[in-house]
């Protein structure tokens, strides 16, 4: 291994929050939100894009809870080869005055705190799209970096469109970005268009011709659009690159953003190549991808590199001969550096609590990551499932149960505005699930129409209710509407998922479900607050883990039902278009 003291410091800008929320289909809530942003710092990133504050309401305040909630958190971040200080917070705007104030406001009480100011510069976007001059492009640039370095030490200037601006315009807008006050110039390939090679070349000729250059950190920030987001972002740390913009599980809009796990590892494993060093803990890599793919909805796809569930099998005879041989033979990286066990330590319905830690240590779940009363919940769940299963609780079954505790951990946050149509008795435990399941009666089969009662405990009226239903499209239907009839919610379904966590008749089933409240509600109450009303569509994604599918899917849609209904109007984020800003 070589020597990498004296290696420049490689910056990993996570932009899972900002630019990989803007995948299809995705919107994390606040809770959500901080809950990535703590992994994250756990992790030992060097700056969080926590989001687009100006979008609106929502989203200025899913930001500054950010900033005040983790800013200044250090778990994870102390001791040889981390970080040693707190995570910058950073905030996007464009070049506009209430963006830029409006940010800092959002973000100013995180102890490190950046602004990210952007601005296109190619000639297709001015003319079309901004309908301005290189002139008056210049000028905002000016104007605007002035303005925010005038709030805020840290600045960033992404000119957008970078890979497809013309070279000698751009280092003109660099240079006066640079002159305003900006210290860290981030380069994009926004329509992910560039080869490695021109990329690198980009970075290198900006760098040489840029007045100033030696004074700024230069930036990576490539899209996956012809599959070239990660080569394209080394190529630029080859060529003088110090920081790079990064997703985890390389998510984000249209074909996604450089993965965070394949940038890292690629530095992590070949040092003398790239002469960089980072601070992020490999071993947390999986669980954090496995926290945001459960989180956004977004599934890993098996032959994702580094942490896709098929990244370390060998199914060739002749590999897995050279496996059991050397390891060395066809793994170049340890599965457990990305936090992937190989151990032999077996957990059945004998195990205890220490060994049920260690594990979960070893997979990254290690306090803080997982709070005590998430432990001991996860701990019952496990002797539970390691009571009827007989061939062992694998670690695909203990990462679905910890994705399950958290789901239901988040679905439990306290509401102080509940909607009007379900009112709150002062008397009840306000940290406690609004509905919980208590009995459940399925009636299907071939030929029959799908029936389902189910009863469930209301916490704040304290009262159980029932109601059944038909469906026709079979049983989990039949569930899901006799619980929104017990609700008395209009609930779209968005996205159903289930899939096996190991192999055996006896494996648990994952349920994920993703729902929005309808446009209308079945309730009576016509003050009750409509889509329209908040100006966007909040989701909320639920987890649930059983033998039994039908029990698991209740139980995730239940966590997601009970997190709307403890959902705060004003944490309502801006619809996917008006979040949508391209870098």
């Not at 070589?2 to 994390?28: C, H, M, W």
């Not at 965070?260 to 980072?278: D, G």
Request: with cysteine; hydrophobic share 40%.
């Amino acid at each position: 291994m070589a020597d990498t003291s004296n290696y420049d410091k490689l910056i990993i800008f996570d932009t899972t929050l900002r630019d990989g929320e803007q995948s299809p289909g995705v919107t994390l809530n606040a809770d959500e939100k901080v809950e990535i942003a703590r992994q994250l710092t756990r992790l030992g990133v060097n700056v969080i894009e926590a989001g687009f504050p100006v979008a609106s309401p929502g989203d200025f305040n899913a930001v500054q809870r950010i900033a005040r909630e983790v800013g200044s958190l250090m778990e994870g971040r102390t001791g040889k080869g981390r970080i040693n200080e707190p995570v910058t917070i950073c905030g996007l705007a464009r070049c506009v005055e209430n963006d830029i104030q409006t940010a800092y406001e959002a973000i100013r009480e995180a102890p490190r705190h950046r602004i990210h100011v952007f601005l296109a510069t190619s000639d297709i976007h001015l003319e079309f799209k901004l309908k301005i001059t290189r002139s008056e492009c210049k000028q905002r640039i000016r104007e605007m970096v002035g303005f925010a370095k005038s709030l805020c030490e840290d600045i960033e200037f992404s000119p957008e469109d970078g890979g497809r601006s013309d070279r000698e315009f751009l280092v003109e807008a660099l240079t006066v970005a640079i002159e305003a006050g900006a210290t860290t110039l981030n380069i994009p390939d926004t329509v992910g268009y560039n080869t490695p090679q021109q990329y690198g070349d980009l970075i290198s000729y900006l760098r040489e011709h840029t007045k100033g250059s030696e004074n700024v950190v230069w930036s990576t920030h490539c899209h996956d659009d012809l599959g070239l987001a990660t080569a394209n972002t080394l190529s630029g740390v080859s060529n003088g690159a110090r920081q790079v913009e990064v997703a985890i599980n390389g998510i984000g809009e249209r074909a996604g953003n450089t993965a965070l796990e394949e940038i890292v590892m690629n530095v992590h494993t070949h040092p003398s190549a790239y002469k960089v060093q980072h601070t992020v803990d490999t071993k947390l890599l999986f669980a954090t991808s496995r926290m945001v793919a459960d989180l956004s909805g977004m599934s890993v796809q098996p032959n994702k590199a580094i942490v896709g569930r098929n990244a370390f099998l060998h199914e060739s005879g002749i590999h897995q001969d050279g496996v059991l041989k050397h390891k060395s033979t066809y793994e170049i990286i340890r599965p457990e550096d990305v936090g992937v066990t190989s151990d032999n330590l077996a957990l059945g319905k004998h195990s205890g609590r220490h060994a049920f830690k260690a594990k979960l240590d070893a997979l990254g779940y290690g306090t803080p990551a997982l709070p005590d009363a998430q432990f001991q919940s996860a701990f019952v769940k496990f002797k539970r499932l390691a009571d009827s299963k007989k061939s062992g609780v694998t670690d695909g079954d203990l990462h679905a149960l910890v994705a399950d505790v958290r789901s239901a951990s988040l679905a439990a946050v306290p509401s102080t505005e509940l909607p009007a149509d379900l009112p709150a008795d002062a008397t009840a435990d306000p940290a406690a699930p609004r509905f919980t399941l208590l009995n459940m009666q399925v009636f299907t089969g071939v030929g029959i129409t799908p029936t389902a009662t189910v009863t469930l405990h209301d916490a704040h009226t304290g009262s159980d209710l029932t109601d059944v239903a038909l469906a026709q499209n079979g049983p989990i239907e039949a569930v899901y509407s006799a619980i929104q009839r017990i609700s008395g919610l209009d609930i779209s379904l968005l996205n159903f998922s289930v899939s096996a966590t190991s192999e055996g008749q006896d494996t648990l089933g994952k349920v994920a479900v993703r729902i929005a409240r309808g446009t209308t509600d079945s309730a009576t109450d016509p003050a009750t607050p409509t889509l329209a009303a908040y100006g966007a569509e909040p989701k909320f994604t639920g987890l649930s883990t059983n033998v039994d599918i039908i029990t698991a899917s209740a139980n995730a849609y239940l966590a997601a039902l009970n997190r709307l209904v403890s959902h705060h109007s004003e944490d309502t984020r801006a619809s996917h278009d008006v979040r949508n800003v391209n870098i």
